[in-house]
């Protein structure tokens, strides 16, 4: 591995988790063991995206899609991430990592809603490592919920047509405040993005790896960074 991967550095990673299912089935396990072995995976990756001083790790969680699964896979699901707040949330904050949940929150159960709620407002003046875990998350609907933000906003006199930018879509984006992805990691060998940023994707380079998320480990994570740092970004220029 390289001295210099300290240098160049991407400043936000995106990371569609996905394999964990098909790791579960070569377990001969059900495919909630296999998330509740990814929440492992997930706990590394922060650990050492803090350390590097990566400034924003996005985590594609749980799709607007995903609802289509089978209710007690779904069940499963939320009831990981609800113990998942509640163990980690205090050593994220013990390292100054500030989460931040991004997508449409509102079908998700009132309590799961009010440990959001108690983990942002707990981290959120930490400094460190932006954690974003996309829930209910599709690229598609944040971006029909900005343009509806923006239409609202023109109704009510507050903007004119004429002076709608990018920026002012940016502005009610999810992920309002930081960086685009510098680096969109999809592990379990498919090679698409799924409805995941795509506004923020429109320059991200793309690496994907055929190891599934639970065997996604240190060393496949800084071989990614490596290549990032090696590839030359002209974002439509010569």
Same mark, same amino acid.
């Given at each position: 591995? #390289?001295?210099?991967?300290?240098?160049?550095?991407?400043?936000?990673?995106?990371?569609?988790?996905?394999?964990?299912?098909?790791?579960?089935?070569?377990?001969?396990?059900?495919?909630l063991?296999?998330?509740?072995?990814?929440?492992?995976?997930?706990?590394?990756?922060?650990?050492?995206?803090?350390?590097?001083?990566?400034?924003?790790?996005?985590?594609?969680?749980?799709?607007?899609?995903?609802?289509?699964?089978?209710?007690?896979?779904?069940?499963?699901?939320m009831?990981?991430?609800?113990?998942?707040?509640?163990?980690?949330?205090?050593?994220?904050?013990?390292?100054?990592?500030?989460?931040?949940?991004?997508?449409?929150?509102?079908?998700?159960?009132?309590?799961l809603?009010?440990?959001?709620?108690?983990?942002?407002?707990?981290?959120?003046?930490?400094?460190?490592?932006?954690?974003?875990?996309?829930?209910?998350?599709?690229?598609?609907?944040?971006?029909?919920?900005?343009?509806?933000?923006?239409?609202?906003?023109?109704?009510?006199?507050?903007?004119?047509?004429?002076?709608? #930018?990018?920026?002012t879509?940016?502005?009610n984006?999810?992920?309002y405040?930081?960086?685009?992805?510098?680096?969109?990691?999809?592990? #379990?060998?498919?090679?698409r993005?799924?409805?995941?940023?795509?506004?923020?994707?429109?320059?991200?380079?793309?690496?994907?790896?055929?190891?599934l998320?639970?065997?996604?480990?240190?060393?496949?994570?800084?071989?990614?960074?490596?290549?990032?740092?090696?590839?030359k970004?002209?974002?439509?220029?010569?």
């Open positions: 591995m #390289s001295n210099n991967l300290s240098k160049n550095l991407p400043n936000h990673v995106g990371i569609i988790m996905d394999g964990n299912g098909r790791w579960a089935k070569m377990q001969n396990k059900p495919r063991y296999g998330h509740k072995a990814g929440v492992e995976t997930i706990r590394e990756i922060v650990k050492i995206s803090s350390r590097l001083g990566i400034k924003a790790l996005t985590l594609y969680a749980f799709s607007t899609e995903n609802w289509k699964r089978p209710h007690t896979e779904v069940a499963g699901l009831g990981i991430f609800s113990r998942y707040l509640k163990k980690e949330v205090s050593e994220l904050n013990d390292n100054n990592v500030k989460l931040r949940i991004v997508g449409d929150i509102a079908p998700l159960s009132q309590k809603k009010e440990q959001i709620a108690e983990s942002e407002k707990l981290t959120k003046k930490n400094t460190g490592l932006v954690l974003n875990i996309a829930v209910n998350y599709g690229g598609r609907s944040e971006v029909l919920n900005a343009v509806r933000e923006i239409a609202e906003m023109v109704k009510q006199g507050r903007i004119h047509p004429g002076d709608i #930018s990018e920026s879509i940016e502005e984006l999810y992920t405040g930081l960086p685009d992805p510098d680096l969109v990691i999809r592990t #379990s060998g498919e090679m993005l799924s409805n995941f940023l795509i506004w923020q994707c429109a320059y991200s380079e793309l690496w994907f790896t055929p190891v998320w639970p065997d996604f480990t240190e060393e496949i994570f800084l071989s990614a960074l490596e290549e990032f740092q090696n590839r970004r002209r974002f439509g220029g010569v």
